[in-house]
């Protein structure tokens, strides 16, 4: 099967495209027939270093596609369901190839109101922002909720799970992303470039930081009594925690796992139409370093995808 390769870390020059065996399905596994990939941050971040050890690899933790077999113990799905999920992170890349392997909860149901481009744009942002959100901070019908990096993969999805729980949403972004944000139901927008965050809002329930460095720590004086930030950057400072704790609020350090649940949430809201993926741009394998340039670039507004032939 082809499959976007590297033999190397270093730029977008590395990849290549790569003839490597198809996968078999192991106990309680899908095998996946792709139609899509997204590609995020972390995969410009993972293909740059040596984090996942030594090449050769092949990068992918979104996919959508359809089930081409099932491993023994499977009964959630059958050959022939059309699903989208996130593989493990860090260790269980693959999905930037035509056939990929992953545990069976996984992955979801696609929705059919959803095509395989938008399907595959969504898992591993949107189930960072469901996890922080929903899951972390428990945000309930109007408390207010500050969103880093709102028109981001993560941020723009998150405006919308928020807005779907009834949140008060302000978010940060530079002003030529302003309307596009509150096309997405953001209550307020704050230029990040000439205005300082800290001065512009107060009484914030939650903060959802993506951005990391000082900007956590400068979060935390936004916050109203009990409030939290979510840092989906596990590692950080050591000191924030007492930081927060003096004022009476916390930090939440997370790492995204795959989950069945948040997948069956994210569909959910999807095939409501309560969230949708902005598309920046989707590319074929061939073009893969094309879509890494663009997302070492960190200027697109959205999700890039790959697309299978």
């Not at 003839?19 to 899509?36: F, K, T």
């Not at 995204?256 to 409501?272: C, P, S, Y």
């Amino acid at each position: 099967m082809r499959a976007v390769g590297q033999e190397v870390v270093g730029g977008p020059e590395v990849l290549k495209v790569v003839e490597i065996d198809r996968p078999e399905p192991g106990y309680s596994q899908l095998l996946v027939r792709v139609h899509a990939a997204g590609l995020n941050p972390a995969d410009c971040k993972h293909r740059a270093l040596r984090l996942l050890g030594d090449a050769p690899h092949t990068l992918g933790w979104d996919v959508s596609g359809v089930v081409d077999a099932v491993g023994r113990g499977v009964t959630l799905f059958r050959p022939g369901d059309e699903v989208f999920g996130m593989l493990p992170y860090p260790y269980g890349v693959g999905s930037h190839a035509e056939y990929v392997t992953g545990p069976t909860r996984a992955f979801a149901l696609k929705p059919p109101s959803l095509d395989h481009v938008q399907a595959a744009a969504l898992p591993l942002a949107a189930l960072t922002a469901w996890q922080a959100l929903a899951d972390t901070a428990d945000i309930r019908p109007g408390q207010r909720v500050l969103i880093h990096a709102a028109a981001g993969g993560v941020g723009h999805l998150a405006v919308q799970i928020a807005k779907a729980r009834g949140a008060y949403v302000v978010g940060t972004a530079s002003a030529a992303k302003h309307d596009f944000l509150r096309s997405l139901g953001a209550d307020e927008v704050i230029d990040y470039r000439t205005t300082d965050f800290t001065e512009a809002v107060g009484g914030i329930d939650v903060v959802l930081d993506t951005l990391g460095g000082d900007n956590c720590r400068r979060s935390l004086g936004v916050l109203r009594r009990g409030g939290v930030v979510v840092s989906v950057l596990s590692l950080g400072q050591p000191d924030l925690t007492e930081a927060a704790w003096r004022r009476g609020v916390r930090v939440e350090r997370m790492l995204v796992e795959h989950d069945h649940g948040g997948m069956k949430a994210i569909a959910d809201l999807a095939r409501t139409g309560r969230l949708r993926a902005a598309i920046a741009g989707a590319f074929s394998l061939e073009d893969a370093a094309r879509a890494h340039e663009l997302g070492d670039s960190r200027r697109t507004t959205g999700k890039l995808v790959l697309v299978m032939r």
